[in-house]
Protein backbone atom coordinates (compact mmCIF):
# COMPACT_ATOMS: atom_id res chain seq x y z
CA UNK A 1 0.00 0.00 0.00
CA UNK A 2 1.53 3.38 -0.84
CA UNK A 3 1.12 5.90 1.79
CA UNK A 4 0.61 9.44 0.66
CA UNK A 5 3.59 12.15 1.50
CA UNK A 6 2.57 15.32 2.94
CA UNK A 7 4.16 18.70 2.16
CA UNK A 8 4.44 21.84 3.55
CA UNK A 9 6.04 25.35 3.40
CA UNK A 10 3.92 27.21 6.11
CA UNK A 11 3.40 26.32 9.90
CA UNK A 12 -0.27 27.30 10.14
CA UNK A 13 -1.00 24.90 6.81
CA UNK A 14 0.41 22.12 8.93
CA UNK A 15 -1.17 22.63 12.08
CA UNK A 16 -4.74 22.62 10.59
CA UNK A 17 -4.19 19.14 9.22
CA UNK A 18 -6.01 15.99 10.86
CA UNK A 19 -2.86 14.82 12.23
CA UNK A 20 -3.66 11.56 13.51
CA UNK A 21 -4.14 10.80 10.06
CA UNK A 22 -0.46 11.80 8.72
CA UNK A 23 2.11 9.23 8.42
CA UNK A 24 4.47 11.07 6.17
CA UNK A 25 5.14 14.68 6.62
CA UNK A 26 8.04 17.00 4.99
CA UNK A 27 8.41 20.26 7.06
CA UNK A 28 10.17 23.21 5.04
CA UNK A 29 10.27 26.11 7.72
CA UNK A 30 13.75 27.22 6.67
CA UNK A 31 14.24 31.13 7.10
CA UNK A 32 10.67 31.60 8.28
CA UNK A 33 11.63 33.16 11.23
CA UNK A 34 10.83 30.85 13.44
CA UNK A 35 11.33 31.58 17.42
CA UNK A 36 10.62 29.63 20.46
CA UNK A 37 6.81 30.73 20.55
CA UNK A 38 6.25 28.95 17.20
CA UNK A 39 9.03 26.07 18.11
CA UNK A 40 6.03 25.62 21.02
CA UNK A 41 3.10 25.73 18.45
CA UNK A 42 4.39 23.50 16.53
CA UNK A 43 5.96 20.99 19.51
CA UNK A 44 2.28 20.93 20.39
CA UNK A 45 1.20 19.91 16.79
CA UNK A 46 3.51 17.06 16.29
CA UNK A 47 2.56 15.69 19.36
CA UNK A 48 -0.59 14.69 17.98
CA UNK A 49 1.38 12.59 15.05
CA UNK A 50 0.80 9.70 17.02
CA UNK A 51 0.71 7.78 13.66
CA UNK A 52 3.65 9.49 11.70
CA UNK A 53 6.34 7.04 10.27
CA UNK A 54 8.67 9.68 8.43
CA UNK A 55 9.49 13.39 9.52
CA UNK A 56 11.85 15.82 7.49
CA UNK A 57 11.64 18.57 9.18
CA UNK A 58 13.54 21.77 7.66
CA UNK A 59 14.56 24.72 10.64
CA UNK A 60 17.58 26.33 9.16
CA UNK A 61 18.06 30.02 9.44
CA UNK A 62 15.72 30.28 12.61
CA UNK A 63 15.40 32.05 15.60
CA UNK A 64 15.62 29.21 17.99
CA UNK A 65 17.25 28.68 21.53
CA UNK A 66 17.30 26.20 23.98
CA UNK A 67 13.32 26.37 24.96
CA UNK A 68 12.49 26.05 21.22
CA UNK A 69 15.41 23.04 21.14
CA UNK A 70 13.84 20.98 23.82
CA UNK A 71 10.39 21.28 23.58
CA UNK A 72 10.76 20.06 19.58
CA UNK A 73 12.66 17.02 21.17
CA UNK A 74 9.78 16.48 23.99
CA UNK A 75 7.36 16.33 21.07
CA UNK A 76 9.60 14.06 18.86
CA UNK A 77 9.75 11.57 21.17
CA UNK A 78 6.34 11.13 21.32
CA UNK A 79 5.80 9.77 17.39
CA UNK A 80 6.61 6.40 18.84
CA UNK A 81 6.35 4.89 15.27
CA UNK A 82 8.94 6.88 13.48
CA UNK A 83 11.43 5.08 11.37
CA UNK A 84 12.83 8.03 9.39
CA UNK A 85 13.94 11.21 11.27
CA UNK A 86 15.62 14.56 9.28
CA UNK A 87 16.31 17.38 10.99
CA UNK A 88 17.69 20.77 9.45
CA UNK A 89 18.91 23.22 12.13
CA UNK A 90 21.91 24.76 9.98
CA UNK A 91 22.47 28.49 11.14
CA UNK A 92 20.12 28.36 14.17
CA UNK A 93 23.20 29.01 16.25
CA UNK A 94 21.65 26.43 19.01
CA UNK A 95 24.42 25.81 22.13
CA UNK A 96 25.75 22.41 23.49
CA UNK A 97 23.39 21.45 26.12
CA UNK A 98 19.98 21.75 23.79
CA UNK A 99 21.29 19.57 20.47
CA UNK A 100 22.67 17.12 23.70
CA UNK A 101 18.98 17.30 25.02
CA UNK A 102 17.42 17.05 21.65
CA UNK A 103 19.17 13.82 20.20
CA UNK A 104 18.74 12.59 23.98
CA UNK A 105 15.13 12.90 23.07
CA UNK A 106 15.23 11.44 19.75
CA UNK A 107 16.74 8.19 20.97
CA UNK A 108 13.17 7.49 22.63
CA UNK A 109 12.34 6.94 19.19
CA UNK A 110 13.16 2.99 19.03
CA UNK A 111 11.91 2.65 15.85
CA UNK A 112 13.88 4.48 14.06
CA UNK A 113 16.06 3.00 11.17
CA UNK A 114 16.84 6.32 9.12
CA UNK A 115 18.22 9.48 11.01
CA UNK A 116 19.38 12.86 9.54
CA UNK A 117 21.05 15.49 11.69
CA UNK A 118 22.40 18.47 9.88
CA UNK A 119 23.95 20.26 12.71
CA UNK A 120 26.03 22.88 10.68
CA UNK A 121 26.89 25.90 12.15
CA UNK A 122 25.50 25.87 15.34
CA UNK A 123 27.40 25.98 18.99
CA UNK A 124 28.05 22.38 19.27
CA UNK A 125 30.76 21.05 21.61
CA UNK A 126 29.67 17.75 21.34
CA UNK A 127 29.96 17.25 25.09
CA UNK A 128 27.40 14.32 25.06
CA UNK A 129 25.38 12.21 22.70
CA UNK A 130 24.06 10.03 25.64
CA UNK A 131 21.17 7.81 23.82
CA UNK A 132 22.02 7.49 20.31
CA UNK A 133 23.49 4.33 21.43
CA UNK A 134 20.03 3.38 22.42
CA UNK A 135 18.42 3.62 18.71
CA UNK A 136 19.44 -0.04 18.09
CA UNK A 137 17.30 -0.16 14.89
CA UNK A 138 19.66 2.21 13.34
CA UNK A 139 20.75 1.21 10.20
CA UNK A 140 21.77 4.83 7.89
CA UNK A 141 22.83 7.74 9.68
CA UNK A 142 23.94 11.28 8.80
CA UNK A 143 25.76 13.65 10.27
CA UNK A 144 26.97 17.13 9.37
CA UNK A 145 28.71 18.92 11.97
CA UNK A 146 30.73 21.07 10.50
CA UNK A 147 31.10 24.59 11.51
CA UNK A 148 31.36 23.50 14.78
CA UNK A 149 34.21 23.66 17.34
CA UNK A 150 34.93 19.96 17.64
CA UNK A 151 38.06 19.11 20.12
CA UNK A 152 39.74 15.78 20.78
CA UNK A 153 37.52 14.91 23.34
CA UNK A 154 33.96 15.75 21.61
CA UNK A 155 35.74 13.35 18.44
CA UNK A 156 36.21 10.45 20.76
CA UNK A 157 33.15 11.10 22.72
CA UNK A 158 31.59 10.57 19.36
CA UNK A 159 33.21 7.41 18.29
CA UNK A 160 32.38 5.96 21.56
CA UNK A 161 28.63 6.26 21.30
CA UNK A 162 28.62 5.48 17.67
CA UNK A 163 30.38 2.26 17.94
CA UNK A 164 27.49 1.06 20.06
CA UNK A 165 25.13 1.33 17.42
CA UNK A 166 25.82 -1.86 16.63
CA UNK A 167 23.37 -2.33 13.07
CA UNK A 168 24.79 1.04 11.63
CA UNK A 169 25.39 -0.11 7.17
CA UNK A 170 25.37 4.09 6.02
CA UNK A 171 27.23 6.56 7.67
CA UNK A 172 27.72 9.84 6.25
CA UNK A 173 29.57 11.58 8.81
CA UNK A 174 30.69 15.08 8.25
CA UNK A 175 33.51 17.06 10.43
CA UNK A 176 34.92 18.69 7.36
CA UNK A 177 37.51 21.85 8.92
CA UNK A 178 36.19 22.28 11.94
CA UNK A 179 38.27 19.83 14.15
CA UNK A 180 41.05 20.95 15.91
CA UNK A 181 43.28 18.65 13.46
CA UNK A 182 45.61 15.95 15.10
CA UNK A 183 46.22 12.79 14.23
CA UNK A 184 45.40 11.11 17.22
CA UNK A 185 41.87 12.54 16.74
CA UNK A 186 41.40 10.45 13.98
CA UNK A 187 43.01 7.82 14.08
CA UNK A 188 40.57 7.04 17.46
CA UNK A 189 37.82 7.59 15.70
CA UNK A 190 38.68 5.03 12.73
CA UNK A 191 39.66 2.43 15.56
CA UNK A 192 36.13 3.03 17.42
CA UNK A 193 33.95 2.71 14.20
CA UNK A 194 36.01 -0.35 13.15
CA UNK A 195 33.62 -2.32 15.94
CA UNK A 196 30.70 -1.21 13.44
CA UNK A 197 30.99 -4.69 12.30
CA UNK A 198 27.76 -4.37 9.67
CA UNK A 199 28.73 -0.97 7.85
CA UNK A 200 29.04 -1.29 4.33
CA UNK A 201 29.40 2.82 3.21
CA UNK A 202 31.14 5.32 5.19
CA UNK A 203 31.24 8.88 3.67
CA UNK A 204 33.72 10.88 5.67
CA UNK A 205 34.43 14.09 3.55
CA UNK A 206 37.59 15.07 5.68
CA UNK A 207 40.76 17.05 4.36
CA UNK A 208 43.69 14.50 5.06
CA UNK A 209 46.58 17.37 3.45
CA UNK A 210 46.81 19.05 6.33
CA UNK A 211 47.53 15.67 8.32
CA UNK A 212 50.36 13.68 6.04
CA UNK A 213 47.81 12.75 4.18
CA UNK A 214 49.15 9.50 2.32
CA UNK A 215 50.24 8.17 5.85
CA UNK A 216 47.39 8.81 7.70
CA UNK A 217 44.85 8.16 5.08
CA UNK A 218 46.06 4.60 4.69
CA UNK A 219 46.11 4.69 8.85
CA UNK A 220 42.80 6.09 8.75
CA UNK A 221 41.44 3.39 6.81
CA UNK A 222 43.73 -0.01 7.97
CA UNK A 223 42.28 1.14 11.43
CA UNK A 224 38.61 1.31 9.91
CA UNK A 225 39.14 -1.98 8.57
CA UNK A 226 40.04 -3.93 11.62
CA UNK A 227 37.24 -5.75 12.72
CA UNK A 228 35.02 -4.31 9.39
CA UNK A 229 35.10 -7.21 6.37
CA UNK A 230 32.07 -5.51 5.09
CA UNK A 231 32.85 -2.34 4.53
CA UNK A 232 32.42 -1.99 0.43
CA UNK A 233 32.99 1.80 0.21
CA UNK A 234 34.91 3.88 2.13
CA UNK A 235 34.43 8.03 0.61
CA UNK A 236 36.91 11.32 1.61
CA UNK A 237 37.45 13.81 -0.60
Known sequence: MNIQKYYFNELSSF????LELLKEVNLNLRGKKIDDQAM?????????????LTLELYLSKNLITYDGANNLGISIAQCSSLTSLTIDLWGCQINDQSISNLIS????CKLLTTLVLDLRDNQFLMKDLLGIENLIKLTNLT???????????????????????KNLKL???NLQKEIKQQ???IL???????YLE?????????????????KVKQQFYNLLMRKNTRLVKFQTN
Open 198 to 214: KLSYFSFPFDFSKLDAN
Open 143 to 165: MNLSGNIIYLKGIMRLGTYLEKC
Open 40 to 52: QYLAFSLHNCQNL
Open 183 to 185: QIE
Open 105 to 108: QISR
Open 15 to 18: VTQK
Open 171 to 173: LNL
Open 188 to 194: SLAFQLS
